[in-house]
């Protein structure tokens, strides 16, 4: 019996990281399969390695195909579902951000979850958050005469009768240990190679893992775009961190280890307690991260220093104050500059971001960004530059203000982002969409890297 788990590609455009990442979701959810069902047959596939119709005849055969949803691959996810079911698939299960996403409209609290089942009737359940536990039980359960969803946390389901239950929710609040990863199930070398080639200063062989999950400023109060699924700031301890992490590389032989906490940089104390419980034999471990640029202080930038950061993504997000306080960011202009000199002289890698779209966006703000674009990218540290369309993520909090302008998103689980960037630029920004998506696209193409980000729209 064949288990499917697959991450399908973006519905509009590439992804600009296509073969660099390996879709750690399904990774998770398809090893604590196997470590309890050893003799399952499980095959996790990275959509963007696959054409459409090459995913299709690997769907086909398999009993149970688990997909992995972003807002931005949804439609690829149902169409995959559509033909799963054509071809004698026997349950279909949708996880990942989009699925866990919570709509608030007006004073009501919306599952996308709910949304999948009542508009996908081959979609057979649709889980929430963390989704190795509640995947395993259903697919225990689906394996009896008589199944009984009933018990299992963050499920969303279908009753034979075809009515929909939901089960208790819980927050996803730990983050992903290397320990629990089952490496034999991912093939890292075609990963390590376009690493290599977009991260030249970081050791090819790498791991995908979390020092902790959360960011401390969105605890206070967060950015309007932010959809990140974990409501709190938590660090792994660290002794057991760096244990877990030797144990990878003796398993991988890896140099390098990508940090997907959310911000390490929030919490000082917890990176120096981090930085201080390092082992001797893992002191030459290379590390990327994401970080905030207000919170990369002078004792900020040593500790990433000491920790061999070689890459760290910040979010600039705008090169225009007003903006940034409009996406809620908690910083200015003046703190990116200051946190990019610091960076420099540490000799740190920088991976940038840009936003166009939030509200009260105009041409002047736009110049702005451009220009501050146009200065950074000189600075030989900032190695690659993105500029995206703000698009309006169903679980981010500006789904609030987006649902009040657009109620008939309320109960759509299709949230195309090429519509919804649209819609939102016509109703919160000065300038028009054409204008926006011009100067992105124009930003875009000041990126260092030959590798444009993909960012919501249909390739020109
Ligand atoms: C690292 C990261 C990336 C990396 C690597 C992604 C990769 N291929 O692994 C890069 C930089 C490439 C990236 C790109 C993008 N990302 Co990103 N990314 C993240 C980040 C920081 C961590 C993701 C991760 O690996 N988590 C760890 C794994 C274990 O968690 P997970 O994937 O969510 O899986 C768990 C559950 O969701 C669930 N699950 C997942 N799949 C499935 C499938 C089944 C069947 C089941 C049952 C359960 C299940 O169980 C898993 C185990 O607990 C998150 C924020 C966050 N903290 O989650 C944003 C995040 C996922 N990204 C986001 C976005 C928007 C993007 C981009 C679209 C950005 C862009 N405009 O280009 C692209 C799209 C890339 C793509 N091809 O789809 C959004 C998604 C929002 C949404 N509603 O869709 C997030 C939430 C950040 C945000 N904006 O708030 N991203």
């Not at 047959?41 to 949803?69: C, F, M, N, P, Q």
């Not at 009737?121 to 958050?129: E, H, N, T, V």
């Not at 689906?142 to 819980?170: A, C």
Request: aromatic share 10%.
């Amino acid at each position: 019996m064949k288990v499917l788990l697959v991450c399908p590609s973006n519905y509009h455009g590439k992804s600009a990281t296509k073969s660099i990442y390996y879709p750690m979701g399904i990774l998770l959810v398809g090893s604590l399969l196997k470590d309890t069902l050893p003799s399952l047959e499980v095959e996790i596939l990275d959509g963007e390695l696959y054409t459409e119709s090459e995913l299709e005849e690997k769907v086909r055969g398999s009993e149970i195909l688990g997909l992995s949803a972003n807002t931005n691959n949804y439609q690829n996810c149902v169409k995959l579902a559509n033909y799963a079911k054509r071809s004698g698939t026997r349950k279909v299960i949708v996880g990942g951000p989009h699925a866990s996403a919570t709509l608030s409209y007006k004073d009501k609290k919306i599952s996308m979850a709910g949304n999948i089942l009542r508009n996908q009737p081959d979609i057979d359940a649709a889980i929430m958050y963390d989704g190795g536990q509640a995947f395993l039980q259903y697919f225990i359960e689906s394996q009896k005469m008589h199944p009984d969803y009933s018990g299992i946390n963050n499920l969303f389901w279908r009753t034979q009768e075809g009515d929909l239950q939901s089960n208790s929710v819980d927050l996803p609040t730990n983050p992903p240990r290397f320990t629990d990863m089952d490496f034999s199930l991912m093939d890292f070398g075609k990963y390590w190679k376009e690493h290599k080639r977009e991260f030249p200063d970081m050791s090819e062989q790498y791991v995908e893992g979390f020092t902790h999950v959360g960011c401390v400023w969105r605890e206070k109060r967060g950015c309007i775009f932010c959809d990140i699924p974990f409501p709190f700031n938590n660090y792994q301890a660290p002794g057991r961190f760096w244990r877990d992490l030797r144990e990878a590389r003796t398993r991988l032989n890896i140099r390098a280890f990508k940090d997907y906490g959310d911000c390490l940089t929030g919490n000082p104390e917890r990176v120096r307690a981090l930085l201080e419980a390092r082992p001797c034999d893992l002191e030459d471990m290379e590390m990327s991260c994401y970080g905030r640029s207000n919170e990369i202080t002078e004792d900020m930038a040593n500790m990433l220093r000491d920790l061999n950061v070689r890459y760290i993504y910040i979010g600039f997000d705008s090169g225009d104050d007003r903006m940034l306080k409009s996406m809620r960011e908690g910083y200015k202009v003046k703190e990116n500059h200051t946190a990019i000199e610091r960076l420099v002289r540490r000799g740190i890698n920088i991976t940038g971001s840009l936003i166009l779209g939030a509200s009260g966006e105009s041409e002047e703000t736009i110049a702005n960004t451009e220009r501050f674009a146009r200065e950074i990218v000189q600075s030989p540290n900032v190695t690659q530059l993105h500029c995206a369309i703000l698009t309006p993520f169903p679980g981010a909090p500006l789904n609030r203000n987006f649902l009040e302008d657009f109620p008939e998103f309320s109960d759509k689980d299709v949230w195309d982002t090429e519509l919804t960037t649209s819609f939102w630029i016509s109703r919160n920004c000065e300038a028009p969409y054409e204008l926006i998506e011009k100067k992105a696209r124009e930003i875009n193409e000041l990126n260092p890297s030959s590798r444009k980000r993909y960012f919501g729209m249909k390739e020109k």
